[in-house]
Structure formats: structure tokens, C-alpha cells
Nanobody, 127 residues
Framework: QVQLVESGGGLVQAGGSLRLSCAASGRTFSSYGMGWFRQAPGKEREFVAGISWSAITPAYADSVKGRFTISRDNAKNTAYLQMNSLQPADTAVYYC????????????????????WGQGTQVTVSS
């Protein structure tokens, strides 16, 4: 059974940084891409960043490019989202997710292509 557990959320002032972690278990982590999504109050969940199983092709939403960095440590079965220059608009619950299909040659930004989700971690950025 695939399980994803996020951590690292919290309250930070505008301009600050946070690093989210997503610990995975239940299958061979290194064979699967990982994605981060977020959902702000009253808004739909949206793609933030994704990384392929090979870690060669990360992808980012335009709103976070240059500020957020996705990475993975296969030895620790963990994906990360480093968030810098945080803004109040980044306030949301952040979710990590992973697809059912292994060794995909691309990073998807489509939620329906991710089959397993974590419980989410709250990120609040104060102005």
C-alpha cells in the first residue's frame, strides 16, 4: 500500500522560506515521479511542481518558477519542495502525490494522473 506523508508546513512571514518533505512508502520510490499540489481556501487544487522518476525534468507552475525547487532523495524515499521568497498568495494546504504508472517519461500537471496522495500540510504566509 502506497503511503505519502507530508511535513514541514507552518507559519512564515512574507519573504521567508520553508522546506516541505514527502516521505513515501509501499513501493520502489525511485521508479515513480512525484508532484506537489496546493489548495488555497475557496480555490481549486492546483499543480505546483513535479519531478520525474529520473529527476531530469522538473516542472513548475508559472507562479512559483524561480522561487520553488522540487527535488528527491531516493535513498531516503523522500521528495522535497524548497519554497523561497514566500508570499501571502502561497498560503494553502500543500499535498504531495505520485502516479500509479512507473518510469513515466514526463512530468504531469494533471491531478487525475496522480493516484496516491498525502494528507496535506498547511503553509501560511503572513504579510
Amino acid at each position: 500500500q502506497v503511503q505519502l506523508v507530508e511535513s514541514g508546513g507552518g507559519l512564515v512571514q512574507a519573504g521567508g522560506s520553508l522546506r516541505l518533505s514527502c516521505a513515501a512508502s509501499g513501493r520502489t520510490f525511485s521508479s515513480y515521479g512525484m508532484g506537489w499540489f496546493r489548495q488555497a481556501p475557496g480555490k481549486e487544487r492546483e499543480f505546483v511542481a513535479g519531478i520525474s522518476w529520473s529527476a531530469i525534468t522538473p516542472a513548475y507552475a508559472d507562479s512559483v518558477k524561480g522561487r520553488f525547487t522540487i527535488s528527491r532523495d531516493n535513498a531516503k524515499n523522500t521528495a522535497y519542495l524548497q519554497m523561497n521568497s514566500l508570499q501571502p498568495a502561497d498560503t494553502a494546504v500543500y499535498y504531495c502525490a505520485t502516479p500509479r504508472i512507473s518510469r513515466l517519461g514526463y512530468v504531469s500537471s494533471i491531478q487525475s494522473e496522480y493516484n496516491y496522495w498525502g494528507q496535506g500540510t498547511q503553509v501560511t504566509v503572513s504579510s
